[in-house]
């Protein structure tokens, strides 16, 4: 199994969690102990009381359905036509429509058709305009068309002037969500054990 680096409890401190509340130890002293909420201590509890042991494993958080998943058989022609690494240009002209999940980061393109990555001459407005406006010509050349630009916070992309050119090309304008940054590995104030 493998657990990131931050991860607050691991299948071992699960077990030494369980231990110390069936040791007569307080939900709320054990989770101040391992740093972690009195909730979460009593889900893992619940958790061992019905399943014993194995409870206490990581799930897969697979979704049990995905209503918005790609058609199997649109999966199979993709993977097909991968498979005869074809230009993106070859693929777009085979098909009437092609739907793009990835962004174009520079409107130009290598002998196989594909878009390369080149960096902004500098982070203002105007700069990421011009390089929306050759983005969706590029695209265009390549008979795929753009319908939303997901971006990073970056100030460029923040700047009226880049919301309007969106706007006008007929994009939804839509940014990156801002994740927290996650904190060391922690460790028990009493026992130093770390998990």
């Known amino acids: 199994m493998d657990v990131h680096q931050n991860a607050r ?3 071992r401190c699960r077990e030494l969690l369980v231990a110390r509340v069936r040791a007569g130890r307080r939900r709320a002293e054990v989770a101040r102990e391992l740093r972690v909420s009195e909730p979460t201590v009593r889900n893992w509890v ?5 399943e014993g042991v194995t409870g206490l494993r990581d799930r897969s958080s697979r979704p049990q359905r995905s209503p918005n998943a790609t058609a199997e058989t ?3 022609a993709v993977v097909a036509v991968r498979r005869q690494r074809l230009a993106i240009a070859t693929i777009a002209a085979a ?3 092609v739907r793009v999940g990835s962004t174009c980061t520079w409107p130009s393109t290598t002998a196989r058709g594909w878009p390369t990555v080149r960096r902004l001459p500098d982070e203002e407005g105007v700069s990421a305009r011009a390089f929306l406006r050759a983005a969706v010509a590029c695209y265009a050349g390549l008979v795929v068309t753009i319908r939303e630009v997901l971006i990073d916070n970056g100030v460029c992309y923040r700047a009226k002037v880049f919301a309007a050119t969106c706007a006008e090309l007929g994009l939804k304008h839509r940014r990156t969500p801002a994740w927290p940054v996650s904190g060391p590995p922690l460790e028990s104030a009493s026992t130093g054990t770390t998990c």
Request: proline share 7%; hydrophobic share 35%; no cysteine.
């Open 9 to 11: 409890l691991t299948p």
């Open 46 to 50: 619940q958790r061992f009381q019905a």
């Open 74 to 76: 649109l999966r199979l």
């Open 95 to 97: 098909r009437s429509t």
